[in-house]
């Protein structure tokens, strides 16, 4: 007899289950079991990196007691966290199987075969952890919805496990706190094991103007798996690669501005950024106080409000989340398959000026089809009231004084073997070990935010309220009213350009902007593909509005069908 609790009924699970298995499904044994050489001799930019930090990465706790694996038949590609809970119950799997499964794609897909570094470091916790969680279940306790699932977490938030946090930084490789950020206890209150850590754009990818998304000293460059040629984007760049390879049921990111919708749009899953202040940020590596925020990255809509629905709520030392157990509300019983009917949706143009043909072509067609849902659209013309130029230089202002005073009162509760205790005391690091830390490029903007007078400063408080007033009430919001629609949709981002280690990333098109400095949920869904590429749908809306663009993206999720997997080529097909 099955219990399944919290997933849905037991007939239509065990439909959808009958339906998943018949998918073809990629199994990362297929990797092990062919040759590996082309893409072990291929030089894809930036592999190298990995052998100049051997020694560095072998001293990490993940990396010098590797998790031992036992290969198994069961494959958990492209199920949903629903679909492996109810595995779980019925006894198709256990956690320890499960996990072991995802332990040992990592092996063949992200170190070996094409070779992803997506993941930083694998908790050496995981097995035991997942055996703990399968002897509860048959003692008959539950803790959760998340009961066994392994979940991949960003590393520039903190676990309790033996791993450190070190926002992909060389300065920060002993900091190993021994505790859990409050979304990551939530998530280990609701049963989920912590699979390991995973790599992201070093600091945020706010060190330098000429950086490229996805590298960090620690980590090396994590690759795209649609095109191994491609960006990842950031900086949640090894949440998205890691979630989209399957070797993970679904991570943490973390955005300030489109670190969770973008590399989850080029990689082809879900990625939400919550209203900042509903998930707690404490013990997480800060950008800017005003705008960072933990996001859930997943394949499915469903799974990623499943997440929030976890992590949500009021955390009495982060005063942005005041409000958030008075807001919250429960995203998976406000799923609907029927959400865009009768739904007003404003059609935002010119929230960026960098859509080329091929993309706009997608756009359309994902226009037209929520209007064969019977959703209104809107067209949104009002594009002086969004003065997003002037919104980025305010922002700029932000960003720069908000980095240094919120890393200096993380460093100062930071592990003690973290020597470093000031922004100049981390410049003075990288510069010392200019070989590894600034080989591809530079740390101006630590520079200039080592330059900056602080928070309590005229110049801050004014940009600030500029900022925050031109991108939410006189923007978002005004937009709203004045069209009375539900949300906005855009493409998310351009699809993915080539890695330039050189010059850094090619910025194109994104929808962030306005959201992300505004403080307000965003979603983004799998739109369809330019060229074999991934593109991204987004769904905005005014603060505390998760539940809504949740229900819309799932509903357009629905009309698209299953997601399309990575096909790990070495790069795009030549015309």
């Known amino acids: 007899m099955c219990s399944v609790g919290v997933l849905r009924s037991r007939a239509a699970v065990a439909a959808f289950v009958s339906v998943v298995s018949h998918r073809k499904a990629k199994n990362c044994n297929v990797w092990c079991q062919s040759s590996q050489s082309s893409f072990i001799q291929q030089k894809v930019v930036g592999a190298h990196a990995k052998d100049e930090r051997q020694d560095q990465l072998e001293s990490f706790p993940g990396r010098a007691q590797p998790v031992h694996s036992t290969v198994t038949n069961y494959s958990p590609n492209e199920k949903t966290i629903a679909e492996l809970s109810y595995d779980m119950a019925c006894g198709l799997v256990t956690s320890e199987m499960l996990t072991s499964a995802y332990l040992h794609s990592v092996e063949c897909i992200d170190r070996a075969g094409p070779t992803l570094r997506s993941v930083l470091q694998l908790n050496p916790r995981a097995l035991s952890d997942a055996r703990e969680r399968d002897s509860e279940r048959k003692s008959g306790l539950v803790h959760g919805p998340l009961h066994g699932i392994p979940i991949l977490v960003k590393d520039n938030i903190e676990t309790a496990d033996p791993m450190p946090t070190t926002a992909g930084s060389l300065v920060l490789v002993e900091n190993q706190t021994g505790r859990d950020a409050p979304c990551v206890a939530r998530l280990r209150k609701a049963g989920a094991v912590i699979l390991g850590k995973t790599n992201l754009s070093e600091w945020a990818n706010f060190r330098s103007k000429c950086s490229s998304s996805g590298w960090s000293a620690v980590g090396g460059l994590t690759l795209n798996p649609f095109a191994l040629d491609r960006t990842a984007s950031g ?79 009021t955390d009495p ?95 100062a509760d930071a592990a003690p073997g973290v020597t470093a205790k000031s922004l100049a005391d981390i410049i003075a690091f990288n510069e010392s070990e200019a070989t590894r830390e600034l080989l591809y490029f530079g740390q101006e903007y630590f520079f200039e935010a080592a330059a900056s007078e602080g928070l309590h400063t005229k110049g801050y408080a004014e940009a600030l309220e500029k900022s925050r007033c031109l991108a939410g009430p006189e923007g978002i919001d005004h937009l709203l009213k004045k069209y009375q629609v539900d949300a906005f949709v855009s493409p998310t981002a351009c699809p993915p350009h080539m890695i330039d280690l050189v010059n850094g990333d090619s910025h194109g098109g994104a929808a962030s902007c306005l959201p992300a400095v505004a403080g307000y949920p965003h979603i983004t869904v799998p739109m369809g593909q330019v060229f074999g590429l991934p593109v991204g749908l987004s769904f905005i809306g005014p603060a505390w509005s998760e539940g809504r663009l949740l229900a819309l993206a799932y509903s357009f999720e629905k009309l698209m069908g299953p997601r399309r997997l990575p096909l790990y080529a070495k790069q795009l097909p030549t015309l």
């Not at 091929?358 to 067209?379: C, D, P, S």
């Open 317 to 411: 030392l982060d005063s942005a989340t005041w409000e958030a157990d008075l807001r919250r509300v429960d995203y998976t019983a406000v799923l609907d398959p029927d959400a865009l009917v009768g739904a007003r949706i404003g059609v935002v143009r010119f929230i960026s000026s960098g859509w080329d043909t091929n993309i706009r072509k997608v756009f359309e067609q994902a226009l037209h089809t929520m209007r064969e849902k019977g959703a209104e659209l809107v067209e949104i013309t009002d594009s002086e009231c969004c003065r997003q130029d002037e919104i980025g230089k305010h922002e700029m202002t932000v960003l720069l004084c908000e980095l240094k005073a919120g890393l200096e009162a993380y460093l």
């Open 235 to 313: 900086s949640s760049s090894g949440s998205g690669v890691a979630v989209t390879a399957n070797l993970a049921s679904a991570a943490l990111g973390t955005e300030t501005d489109g670190s969770v919708t973008c590399p989850a749009a080029v990689t082809g899953i879900v990625g939400m950024k919550p209203t900042v202040g509903l998930i707690s940020r404490r013990h997480v590596v800060p950008l800017s106080i005003s705008q960072d925020t933990v996001g859930p990255m997943a394949r499915t809509v469903e799974d990623v409000a499943l997440l929030l629905d976890v992590m949500a709520g």
